[in-house]
Nanobody, 126 residues
């Protein structure tokens, strides 16, 4: 069993930065994948990026590539999403999830994730 808690969301102006955190309780295996998704009301949950816990390989959606960076701190069991050059279209509720079965890489489909956090709101003003 893994519990995830996101934090760090808030209101930021376009062009600004935010860093989201996702703290995991419970065992995170070296073969687990931690992912970030986002969702706007009325739309499907959208893949943002993911990190493979054992070697820190990362993969990003094209829409955030070059602006967002995922990193992990194994000592703190925490994964981060550094978001730079934010745009109004980045506004959403951001969720982190963990894929404990690691069936494929990159894990860019929400159906592959077994546990989710409660989400944190990111608002970007223009």
């Amino acid at each position: 069993q893994v519990q995830l808690v996101e934090s760090g969301g808030g209101l930021v102006q376009a062009g600004g930065s935010l860093r989201l955190s996702c703290a995991a309780s419970g065992r995170i295996s070296r073969t687990d994948v931690l992912g970030w998704f986002r969702q706007v009301p009325g739309k499907v949950r959208e893949f943002v990026g993911c990190i493979l816990w054992n070697n820190t390989s990362t993969h990003y959606a094209d829409s955030v590539k070059g602006r967002f960076t995922i990193s992990g701190d194994s000592a703190k069991n925490t994964v981060y999403l550094q978001m730079n050059s934010l745009k109004p279209e980045d506004a959403a509720i951001y969720y982190c999830g963990v894929d404990v079965r690691f069936r494929r890489w990159p894990a860019d489909n929400e159906a592959e994730y077994d546990y989710w956090g409660q989400g944190t709101q990111v608002t970007v003003s223009s």
